[in-house]
C-alpha cells in the first residue's frame, strides 16, 4: 500500500479558501467512507480536524469542510487564518488492518 | 483533557532497540484502541500497528518481525519496541488514540502524543 498523493504545499492569502486534494487508487479507500484529516503545527501533536470523509469533531471550526469524490478526498479551509499555517495529512482506512496516509501539504498563509 | 503523554527523545546506534512509552490517562488506556505511527524526515506518517485494550496486537507486515507493542496497566502505558534499528527508522514515532468499535470516529485518530524522536546513527 503506497502512500496517498497530496501536492506538497498550497499558499494563499488571509481570508480566502484553500483545497488541498488526498488522491489515492480505490484499493486505498476501500468501499467505506474512513477518510480523516490532520493537523500538525511543528514539535505539537497531531490534531484531528475531519473523519468519516466530512464529519467535524467538536471544537473544530466549521471553517474545515472535508468532501470525496472517487478516489479523491479534499480538504477546504475557508477564510483562512494565520493559525491555519501548518501541515495537514489526510488517512484512509480501506480494509482489515490497513491504513494509508497521505503525503502531506505544508499550508501557507501568505 | 484526554492526554498522550510520550517518551522523550533517542540516539541509538545501528543495530540497537529502541522503547518509546505513551502515559494515557482517563479511560483511553482501558477503552480506546492504540495506534503507533511513525514519521520520516520529508516523508508522510506510516502506519505500524495497533493494540487492544485485551492486550492484542496487530502489526503491518513491514515491522513483523522487529516490532512489539505492550502494555502495562498499573501505570496505563503502552509501549513500543522496535528492534535492528538501522538509518532508515530515523523518524518522530507517535502513539495515537482510535474510539472502539460503536464509538463515532472508529478508524480515525482523535488523539495523538506529542511524539517522540527516534534518530539511528553510528
Known amino acids: 500500500q503506497s502512500a496517498l498523493t497530496q501536492p506538497a504545499s498550497v499558499s494563499e492569502s488571509p481570508g480566502q479558501s484553500v483545497t488541498i486534494p488526498c488522491t489515492g487508487t480505490s484499493s486505498d479507500f476501500g468501499p467505506y467512507n474512513y477518510v480523516s484529516w490532520y493537523q500538525l503545527h511543528p514539535g505539537k501533536a497531531p490534531k484531528l480536524m475531519i473523519f468519516d470523509v466530512y464529519k467535524r469533531p467538536s471544537g473544530v471550526s466549521n471553517r474545515f469542510s472535508g468532501s470525496k469524490s472517487g478516489n479523491t478526498a479534499s480538504l477546504t479551509i475557508s477564510g483562512l487564518q494565520a493559525e491555519d499555517e501548518a501541515y495537514y495529512f489526510c488517512s484512509s482506512y480501506a480494509t482489515t488492518y490497513t491504513y494509508v496516509f497521505g503525503t502531506g501539504t505544508k499550508v501557507t498563509v501568505l | 483533557q484526554v492526554q498522550l503523554v510520550q517518551s522523550g527523545a533517542e540516539v541509538k546506534n545501528p543495530g540497537a532497540s529502541v522503547k518509546v512509552s505513551c502515559k494515557t490517562s482517563?479511560?483511553?488506556?482501558?477503552?480506546?484502541?492504540m495506534h503507533w505511527v511513525r514519521q520520516a524526515p520529508g516523508q508522510g506518517p506510516e502506519w505500524m500497528g495497533i493494540?487492544?485494550?485485551?492486550?492484542?496486537?496487530q502489526y503491518t507486515q513491514k515491522f513483523q518481525g522487529r516490532v512489539t507493542f505492550t502494555r502495562d496497566t498499573s501505570t496505563s502505558t503502552v509501549y513500543m519496541d522496535l528492534s535492528s534499528l538501522r538509518s532508515e527508522d530515523t523518524a518522530i514515532y507517535y502513539c495515537?488514540?482510535?474510539?472502539?468499535?460503536?464509538?463515532?470516529?472508529?478508524?480515525?485518530?482523535?488523539?495523538w502524543g506529542q511524539g517522540s524522536l527516534v534518530t539511528v546513527s553510528s
Open positions: 495515537a488514540r482510535e474510539p472502539a468499535s460503536s464509538m463515532e470516529g472508529q478508524f480515525s485518530f482523535d488523539y
Open positions: 482517563g479511560n483511553t488506556f482501558t477503552t480506546y484502541h
Open positions: 493494540i487492544y485494550p485485551s492486550g492484542r496486537t
